[in-house]
């Protein structure tokens, strides 16, 4: 097949903004197209030579490409940059290029779909010492046979940009027009849900037809799309969808990841279909002591945690992982994760996918064994809004932003790549920012772990409540710590240790060491929220629960101009919830 073909669809593509249009347009060119070169036309039609999984990716940068260009076609450097800056797309500046000064063709010949995607492959695939050197002569050599609207495209797809508005959606109506039914359409979607590759479903489709489609199964190695759920404001709304009875589980802040194992080989891939292997050889070597068997494809939330506090922390501290090519020892130990299971979508050669949940629930704890970095997802099974209340406001005071609710249902399968009621989110507000410091009473300590072995991980931190005359915890303080600071509490500590928690101080919590109220620490947190672990305002906003400093850290500041009793308040905090509540509760 010549690229030429395939350009002249493109540029039928690029000319209208109807989808339907588009959607015939790439069926006849299916249709007319050998199977052996559907996979290579649906990866670069949607700008790509492979699926999203895989590890090769084009992208080359605008500053590599324009080299490239100025020694493909020997043009005047200053023309091309002003091109460039007037044009800002890398196709139709090398279009214009090769229109105005086009190389002698005495030599050149007729490019070929082959030829092209080999050569993109190429400079994909090229790294290390010299490759860019390379890519540019593997690139230029195709530019010198190209034609100018060739040329266009093969810049575009070399530089990201392909800008042909063709999403996953129109390839799959195109291919069931091609060589099915449009009422086989949920079977061609299905096939790429479950396996993510559109190329190899397109082929198959080609090659085999629906049977073939329909024979298509999970596969380890090729990521599942993840099921997405709905979202609804109350717990009634939620139970009325479910039949008056789900599955609720915590809501994690953290990175969905889905682990594909097979004996010692394991590979974790993000929602967006990333390969994370190599940025999380901590999960990687924690999923391979916990797991119980040969194969499976498990998924879950890498969460970031305070190892010293047991805080769950907001999805940003994950992100300092992501991206790591260098330092990644040092951001396992700075920014250290545990994954949190939730569901198990193949195992030992079975596809559960098509399994209601419960089923599913209970393959995954039967391969899982849980250790301190590897554990299942917290899950209850709830039939009132009173139970599903509490639940909500346990996961708030875990570090999580809600809950989950699951059908549990004869029909809860796993609807990979969709969105819909088998799953509903519930993350109504009962938090509100901080947006000044206060200033609370060590009245117990952690001992510390990892780094902060030998000295305290965390302190135990109280607010005054001057009508009681009682201190009150509101959090457990591990950020905002230099080594040197870490290093000398105990000693300025002390003098204040008891040997049990002091009669003044109302805890919930088990510290490891107990003080005498006596020392004030500033310290800013990021929100507050209601907890049914701290006694900070207990039973005035909610019955059960008092207030909580979500991700405190202390701002260096000892506050030895005040007593413990100076202390902010604990009506002070429950006065700042109030007015800084975002949403009204109920």
């Not at 002249?8 to 000319?15: D, G, P, Q």
């Not at 249902?409 to 901080?434: F, T």
């Amino acid at each position: 097949m010549l690229y030429q073909d395939l350009v002249k669809v493109y540029e039928a593509l690029e000319s209208t903004t109807s989808r339907l249009v588009m959607t015939d347009t790439l069926a006849s060119l299916f249709r007319s197209t050998d199977c052996s070169h559907i996979k290579k036309i649906v990866y670069m039609t949607q700008g790509g030579i492979v699926p999203d999984f895989f590890p090769e990716k084009l992208g080359m940068a605008d500053k590599l490409y324009l080299r490239t260009l100025l020694a493909a076609t020997g043009a005047n450097e200053a023309m091309v940059r002003k091109l460039w800056a007037e044009e800002g797309d890398p196709g139709k500046v090398t279009e214009k290029v090769f229109e105005t000064k086009k190389q002698t063709t005495l030599f050149s010949e007729p490019l070929t779909l082959d030829r092209v995607y080999e050569a993109l492959l190429r400079v994909a695939r090229l790294e290390g010492s010299g490759s860019q050197e390379t890519k540019m002569r593997c690139l230029a050599d195709i530019l010198h046979d190209a034609k100018p609207n060739e040329a266009r495209y093969i810049a575009r797809i070399v530089t990201g940009r392909m800008r042909l508005g063709v999403a996953s959606q129109t390839v799959i109506d195109s291919l069931a027009v091609a060589f099915a039914t449009k009422a086989d359409k949920g079977a061609v979607e299905r096939a790429f849900n479950i396996t993510s590759d559109l190329g190899l479903v397109g082929e198959t489709l080609c090659k085999s037809g629906i049977d073939g489609l329909n024979a298509m199964h999970v596969m380890v190695g090729n990521p599942i799309r993840a099921m997405l759920a709905e979202r609804l404001p109350s717990p009634e709304e939620i139970l009325e969808r479910m039949g008056g009875r789900a599955m609720f589980e915590y809501k994690y802040d953290g990175l969905r990841v889905q682990a594909h194992i097979t004996g010692d080989k394991i590979t974790l891939y993000s929602r967006r279909l990333e390969d994370l292997t190599g940025q999380f050889p901590d999960v990687v070597k924690a999923l391979r002591e916990a797991f119980i068997g040969q194969t499976a494809i498990l998924e879950g939330e890498c969460v970031p945690v305070d190892i010293n506090t047991g805080e769950m922390l907001p999805f940003q501290e994950v992100s300092h992982r992501r991206g790591r090519k260098h330092g990644l020892t040092e951001a396992i130990e700075d920014y250290p994760v545990r994954l949190h299971l939730f569901d198990c979508l193949y195992l030992e050669g079975e596809d559960l996918t098509m399994r209601s949940l419960p089923d599913r629930r209970t393959a995954l704890t039967r391969c899982v064994k849980v250790t301190e970095n590897v554990r299942l997802s917290e899950a209850r099974v709830l039939d009132s809004t009173e139970k599903v209340q509490e639940f909500f406001i346990e996961a708030l005071n875990a570090g999580c932003e809600g809950l989950m609710a699951k059908s549990i249902n004869d029909d809860s399968v796993y609807r990979a790549g969709s969105r819909g009621y088998l799953w509903i989110k519930y993350k109504k507000e009962y938090r509100s920012e901080m947006t000044d410091t206060v200033d609370l009473v060590v009245v117990g300590a952690f001992h510390g772990r990892g780094k902060r072995g030998g000295v305290y991980g965390a302190l135990l931190m109280a607010t005054y409540n001057p009508e009681e005359d009682r201190f009150e915890t509101a959090c457990k303080l591990g950020s905002g710590f230099d080594d040197a600071t870490l290093a000398i509490l105990p000693e300025r500590l002390s003098r204040f240790r008891q040997p049990s928690r002091h009669p003044l101080v109302e805890s919930k919590m088990e510290a490891d060491v107990w003080f005498e109220p006596s020392l004030v620490l500033e310290v800013l947190g990021a929100e507050l929220s209601i907890s049914p672990i701290h006694t900070c305002g207990h039973g005035h906003i909610r019955n059960g629960a008092g207030l909580a400093i979500r991700f405190p850290r202390f701002t260096g500041t000892f506050r030895d101009d005040k007593r413990p009793r100076d202390a902010t308040t604990s009506q002070e905090l429950m006065d700042m919830y109030n007015k800084q509540l975002k949403r009204v509760e109920g």
